[in-house]
């Protein structure tokens, strides 16, 4: 049974109709109040006049976190200073951070969004969820922590900082639901092991997302926890989390298309691509108030598909990420993605997706070492054993990413656990 069926379910027909009338909204709203939307759209000599339904949405010009930037703090607010209840802001790696504020209205529609994906994810009222994005001015932990009130469940706001307290809680609250970045909930099961806990821990699900990952790697999650894991989206331009997230039958995320348009483009190009092709997602709000943002790009890669799911859902469907066409790598003119790695060593089972990708000019040459964790007992045994894994990992990754790389292998828990975003590539070109 689904909650929000009025919503999910509606006819193709139906949703556009509905995504129309909230484009036209939108678009009166930015032109009449953004200064910055107006001159931009009087630059290609579009008027409001000339958006009549979702159909138009192409005749609009794209919007970057550039401009954001260059907008700093407030300069893209559609609403009186005095309406904005909320900021966020993240800091990225270079130059300011992007500011983004809401609404009333807009707090209670994202509350609404997380809501609908942790029913999706099987969570109920009834529900204990531990929340362990960091509060603050990330989204994560003020996203998820009204989602899960909104659905009304019981929210531990766990923040991050402290795994073994984080445990203690989820055994003794008996805490069946958890929210964090994936690498940490692998940490987490990591400190279960160690607590000898396992058989005592009552989590059935948990709601992953805020970094990219691997399929083999949501798979290996729930086997090492023995629950049901899904995968959230969400960018903090467009809300925060729960732009999207994927049902029990995990083919793609789903979109919340009454409140987000999706589009497809070629990177290079900037044109639309055909449904199951890969492109860079870019998105258009169709409710927000505080941050209506006008086809963002939001160079995440992926594909869409309009096909109804077997869960009765008919919104459109993302592919898990396939990267981001900024984190791609160019080594020795091969692009290289960082989840091509994860990718292939958990495939091959024999280690754990805890590595590091290290590229270095040597000569004008780059250089590629990845640094892979394995088991203790490789370290115990005979040498001959290590450089045999070694040499097989070394065959794995050439295979999955067309170049070869230097392995070195190293003991558990040697590469820095991250309770935020992981990080997963030291590149020491200086390329930009
Ligand atoms: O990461 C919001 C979020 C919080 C999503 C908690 C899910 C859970 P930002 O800090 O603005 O917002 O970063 C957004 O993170 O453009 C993607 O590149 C990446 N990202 C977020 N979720 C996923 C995911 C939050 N499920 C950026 N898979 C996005 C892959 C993700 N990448």
């Not at 909230?22 to 109040?33: F, I």
């Not at 109804?308 to 791609?328: L, V």
């Not at 170049?403 to 558990?412: F, S, Y």
Request: with cysteine; charged share 25%; hydrophobic share 40%.
């Amino acid at each position: 049974m689904i909650w929000n069926e009025a919503k999910e379910c509606m006819s193709r027909d139906e949703m556009a109709a509905l995504q129309s009338a909230r484009l036209v909204k939108t678009v009166n709203r930015v032109y009449h109040n953004v200064e910055f939307y107006r001159k931009k759209m009087q630059k290609v000599g579009i008027e409001p006049g000339d958006i009549k339904g979702i159909e138009d949405i192409t005749k609009l010009p794209y919007t970057t976190k550039a401009d954001l930037r260059d907008n700093y703090p407030f300069g893209l607010f559609a609403v009186p200073k005095s309406e904005i209840v909320r900021v966020h802001a993240s800091s990225g790696t270079t130059g300011k951070a992007t500011v983004v504020g809401y609404t009333r209205r807009d707090i209670d529609i994202w509350a609404e969004c997380v809501a609908r994906i942790l029913y999706m994810a099987g969570l109920r009222r009834e529900d204990i969820i531990q929340v362990a994005y960091g509060y603050g001015l990330f989204t994560g932990g003020l996203g998820l922590h009204y989602g899960a009130e909104n659905l009304g469940a019981t929210v531990v706001p766990m923040s991050t900082g402290n795994t073994k307290k984080l445990i203690t809680m989820m055994l003794d609250f008996e805490a069946t639901g958890i929210a964090c970045t994936p690498s940490y909930l692998l940490h987490i099961a990591e400190t279960i092991k160690e607590m000898g806990v396992r058989d005592q821990i009552k989590l059935k699900t948990a709601v992953c997302g805020a970094e990219p990952w691997t399929e083999q790697m949501r798979l290996q999650i729930e086997e090492e926890l023995g629950i049901n894991a899904h995968d959230i989206y969400g960018l903090s331009e467009i809300m925060g989390p729960g732009v999207a997230a994927d049902c029990e039958f995990h083919k793609g995320l789903h979109v919340h298309e009454d409140h987000f348009f999706p589009e497809i483009i070629a990177p290079d190009t900037l044109e639309p691509v055909a449904p199951g092709e890969v492109g860079e997602l870019v998105f258009t709000t169709l409710t927000k108030e505080g941050l209506p943002m006008i086809r963002y790009r939001t160079k995440d890669l992926t594909s869409i598909t309009y096909d109804k799911c077997e869960c009765g859902r008919t919104t459109a469907r993302i592919s898990r990420f396939k990267g981001r066409s900024d984190d791609m790598l160019v080594i020795r003119g091969v692009n290289v993605f960082p989840s091509q790695v994860e990718a292939a060593l958990l495939e091959m089972g024999e280690t754990t997706p805890h590595y590091m990708m290290i590229v270095d000019r040597v000569n004008n040459l780059d250089t590629l070492e990845i640094k892979v964790e394995v088991e203790e007992k490789f370290f115990t045994d005979e040498i001959k054993q290590l450089e045999q894994l070694s040499k097989k990992i070394g065959h794995v990754i050439h295979q999955a990413l067309g170049i070869q790389a230097k392995i070195t292998l190293v003991e558990p828990k040697s590469i820095e656990r991250s309770m935020g975003k992981a990080v997963h590539v030291i590149d020491n070109r200086n390329l930009v």
